[in-house]
């Protein structure tokens, strides 16, 4: 194997974060394969899927530009303690009321739309923060890529567990355990050497640090183009996982494994291609790659939609998560590697908006729509528009790399 794809190990500091992130993501995708089955146990019912997953997003499109501003002017070290902690809180509360047999479906609506406004600041503020934990900006990108294969091999790992342990022993087991992993992120913070962060020393107007991102972001069409090719991704692409308790269910007639099954397949796909873009050094490439992994997303949903057995089903949405993966991820490095350091944080914001911000409406319409025409032909919809979201970009891309070429080039990024 490269050694070259861990060599942003070699930072103490994201060594530490790297191992106690994957511990807390493991846990953070039992419960949410565990809150999906339950919504769907409890309810039957595609829509309410839908709805779950828009309350626990819907706050990142709302709070997301006030996370990104605190970025750039807080600690986000300290900031990122405080909103693990909360996190934690959240997964012993969902256990408690689980295993105590005192659910409901509103009280699951309503912590999945707590949990979702503590990651409307938590997400954009630790993106932003990875730049911190490393001595070297040039292991930024190797970092982000890093990053992601971390979350997906969680979401090989944790889908799997927890489809076992809701069919031997349900759900509350699965909060309880997300509960627990968060103490080993929150230690690995607390271990950390981090210097004092480079916060303004005279602060504008937060409306003002608020309108200045905007007008950064969508003045500079490379970084306005991938955020709304992102965010057609996530409306329209993304809302395919709500609907996994449906396939593995009703259309492939299986159970709590099957769904778990489906999930890993997913992060499977979405593992490679994490480490694909590890392994990969030429920035400049990263834009070409955008809109190709856009492209393979809409045609492994597509023909995931079509197969009704489960030995097909499983490699067809592990391209489509790999996929997923890439145009995500590569999104992230280009965005990283142009960005001015003073707004990282408010374009990291942008880029959480685009990512899981569509998403919560995406969700919506695909309950609803999956209600109507079921949830196979709502899938195969979401893929064509995907592949013509792609072709959209394609059509910009000789223009959009133009601009970028003098940026590399400052940056001695080429």
Known sequence: MNIAIFRSLKHRNYRLFFSGQGISLVGTWMQQIAMSWLVYRMSGSPLLLGVVAFSGRIPTLLFGPFAGVLADRTNKHRFIVITQTLSMVQAFVLSALVLTGAVRIWQVIALSFI??????????????????????????????????????????????????????????????????????????????????????????????????????????????????????MSFLGMPYQVLMPIFAGKILHGGPHTLGFLMGASGLGALAGAIFLASRKDAMQLSVITPFAAAVFGMGLMAFSRSRVLWLSMPLVSLAGFGMMVQMASSNMVLQNIVEDSKRGRIMS?????????????SLAAGWLASRIGAPDTTFISGVCCLLGSAAFSIRLPSLKEELAPVYEQKKLV
């Not at 031997?168 to 981090?194: D, H, P, R, T």
Request: proline letters at 5%; hydrophobic letters at 55%.
């Open 115 to 232: 949990l979702g406004c503590v990651n409307a600041f938590d997400i954009p503020i630790r993106q932003a923060f990875v730049v911190d934990m490393l001595e070297k900006k040039e292991d930024l990108g190797n970092a982000i890529a890093l990053n992601s294969s971390l979350v997906n091999g969680a979401r090989l790992i944790g889908p799997a567990i927890a489809g076992i342990l809701i069919a031997a022993l349900g759900e509350g087991l699965c909060f309880l355990f997300n509960g627990i992993s968060y103490l080993a992120v929150i230690a690995a913070l607390l271990m950390m050497k981090i210097g004092k962060p480079a916060i303004p020393a005279e602060k504008k107007d937060f409306l003002k640090d608020l309108a200045e991102g905007f007008s950064y972001a969508f003045g500079f069409s490379p970084i306005k183009s991938i955020l709304l090719l992102l965010a057609l």
């Open 350 to 362: 942008l880029f959480t908006m685009a990512f899981m911000g569509m998403t919560p409406f995406g």
